[in-house]
């Protein structure tokens, strides 16, 4: 389904050639003042990376002007549905007929024609990184609210391997058993086109540490932040934060797009060399950081709701 | 909270010296001869793991004899809730009177606490590796309805990483977006105690390929399994089975009590040096190929019954 | 939240007099040819009634133009979210300014006020029965899977009460105990606004039949829709259909908005007498038959997908 | 399914006469010393029915001891699922026999041979009345929480029709759209075994007020309680508390069997008159009100959880 969350709910959208992509975000409490111009910086950071170049990412202008639908009036949240949505302007969808047909290496193309039999061939159609948008949006939103807790959410990328960092969150959080942070966590971030594997830990490589290294351990009277001299465990244990920053890391496969044209399958197993005409991204990396940190914001308030529940 | 999958769905419950440990499952078909021996069977792998020795595995006896509770009359299934229960029988809480206030380092007893305030301090209570007995029944059960359809999941286990492959599913089983496969099964594997990695692909390092070598190339009126030539994206495209074998593999940490004791905090912050009497793994290698292809199954199931929703 | 459906789901979203009303359909099959006609029939329906005359029903001019923003690619359904708007175009919020900090008596003024603090006034916000329309267009889809299995969905109003028959269900339609076809049935048709009262039978009164009376006769070596000799139950058996028509009956409370004029609460708990200027509903009767078939047929397709996951 | 409930969930067990009936309860709070003899006292009032006679009810005696699995440590609640059952005792299967192939009139047994093709004949299996017993431990323990917060809920049954009244619930309860309190109300109380009507309001016909009639007046500065001078909407306006008691009325058709035998049918279509062994209720109206109070307390205090969650 399209829909993440349990009472902090994300639906999203949209083909990436289709009208629109948008969503809606279901559980957003009322009265807060939405920062529009922050919803429009992280959309930014998004189009171009992080950096002061933007080479590498893809030559599609998108103006991704974000039209607001529902759930806010005179400026502030009602505690509705928060439906929004962004038109899909800059298409040319006579780039993508030769692949009418034809299914791309390591797209997605084959799986949707399995799967529906009738696909959108336009650049990835519901498959499409485009789809992200919607997801920054959310993620700004939540941000908003985690950050008037204290609660600050950095991701940066290298070599598509995003090093994720929560600070602020207090003891507490997280389900035991199946709704572990970390697995939902993992779950949020293998939801991303193109993530393939997902560390909890202050390195990748903190879990290979031996049984007499591993477990952290605990300062004097420490307190938040300061509970434990190291912490291998990444801020979790048992699914529940510890009060320390919780510390990630996701690894994403490369682009998939050939700028030289691709061997691509159609439905009777042919091969054909098709040339590559659509926008693609060469290097996605400036673009990951923003997305991860949007989709560890929608996880974690999500979690924090279900947390003060009963509090 | 305590419930994995939309349609095929595990609940457990249990602490680990509680009265005692067990589950129910919703969602399984009607009219299926049970095959008990196979559940004990995949038992006693969870309690001696697969290899000739079961050396490092806790010396707790635990006889596991599972009492089937509901949902099965004269053999097999009847489409009702399946509950079962083991009953706790070796326990021995004295074992655990010293740390009655006290936080073990590496373990969830300090998050447990702030979570809830009230806590089983004996053998880990509710977080316990104990638990994981009422996923391997639900597993067995799962796998019973997969192998029936010719799939089949094995999990191999070595240093602390468990490769795990899935033969034998169709191409089009995932949801796109939010409920693709690799991010269910991300989300299933961090939920087991311990788990701290997650990576699809026919070996860990696959996703880090360069944009030429990744895109697996499609084999001439290829079939399934042979699809592609390559498997680096794991089986896995856009979210969706592409009909190769799933592939992909979890790395755990070690298990953290210490044989020697180890330097517990109590509430106020306090450091204490405790000596060691409860039953613990110095390895848990051996049991964790078990749980793993138990969560794989029963998320492969929920997955197929949502793709075979509307065929 | 604003979601209703497990596998087929329908989230909507709009105020009254916000920018726009619409929804997202998930779960909706790929390949359908949708048939827009039919959508707009039924929102002409839900605009003025099945009746010759709309006497009664609001003049407010609502074009209800519906925007398709995904999930359809060359007329045909794409398998992935169904996204549809219809913008708020007839608005008169100056109607409204009078309202600004008064609560109604009979609408849900006050409540939105206590629950979210910060409430859009304008014709009921969230509250308002616009909202419908998402529902309306949601219903003709799935009206359009159901009789294309040749289930037919039929309600009329009379006084507030609507009989609504399901003919050509099958039987073994429904889950047992919580998820029972009566019972979500009952909340899909409570969820719809002033709705009051839902009664399973043949006959509101059925139910009151005594112990002799009530057990439907079975017809001997009778098949569908002649099963029984009577339809007491209204088709539903432990929450199962029996392949009878499902026979249910709704009642509605009359609008509560007087044309004359209303005593109105301020926050403080003063009352003021305040002309009424928005245009509203003098009986809405001719509008709930297709809101009432439209969620029998959001709730019926969901459960029929539900019932098909493992044939 | 067999759950009920987003954040505070029950899923249920068992066949009347399989080895044992029970449920676990998900998202109870920790910490709450739970008081077992107000469990023992409601099912006793579900055996016996409120008043001194417990004239028409079941003769089977029915010890329902229950056995606490999980979630409770030195008389406390852990914030971890509450699992409990009680072994069905006084079987005697051999009642049923006659029954094995057959179909009886007014019963679930033709709805569930249609959908599972195996069926436990014996007492109804899970469609038994004798499910309800999880549902009575779980409202008891529900009503402790409510009864905390200085809310009560009291059913009470005359001629199989159940007045049921929330007191001291505060305004603001309650979703809008989809998850309206009535819709939830109305949900649970027709999933109760043999439900066949809900209605809102202070009585059974107030929606059936004109327009004129119906809207409840203000009470100068009221509060909570006293807020309208009516309660025809009983209690609840856009699907929220408005702070007056919540007041609904359940309907139920008779038992159906019949003490001098039925006219059953088999699986061939063929009609058998066969006598009544098994032990059945004459008249269910005792038991009513205990489970009525049950469903409404397990579904509110969801509510309210959900209504905590950004307060």
Partial sequence: MNSIGDIFRLTTFGESHGPAIGGIIDGYPAGIEIDISRVERELQR???????????????????HVEWLSGIYEG???????????YNKDCRPEDYEALRDKCRPGHADYTYQEKYRHRDPRGG???????????????????????????????STHNRYTRCIVEGLPAGVGEPV?????????YAMLSIP??????????????????????????????????????HCGGVQGGISNGMPVVFHVGFHPPVTHPDGMCCRDNEGNIHNI???????????PRLSVIVEAMTAITLIDLIYLWKKNR
């Fill in 125 to 155: 159609g519901r498959s499409s990184g485009r789809e992200t948008v919607a997801r920054v949006v959310a993620g700004a939103l939540a941000k908003q609210l985690l950050e008037a807790q204290g609660i600050t959410v950095t991701a």
């Fill in 46 to 64: 998004r189009r171009c990376g992080d950096g002061n170049s933007s080479d590498g990412v893809t030559e599609r202008r998108e103006p991704d």
């Fill in 178 to 186: 199946f709704n572990r942070m970390n697995a939902r966590l993992a």
């Fill in 275 to 285: 040339a590559t005409n659509g926008r693609h991204d060469i290097d996605h990396s």
């Fill in 194 to 231: 193109s993530a393939m594997s997902f560390t909890m830990g202050e390195t990748p490589d903190d879990w290979r540490l031996s049984r007499e290294e591993f477990p952290d351990e605990w300062v004097l009277h420490g307190e938040k932040n300061h509970l434990t001299k190291t912490n």
């Fill in 76 to 86: 502030k949240t009602l505690g509705t549905p928060i439906a929004f949505l962004t």
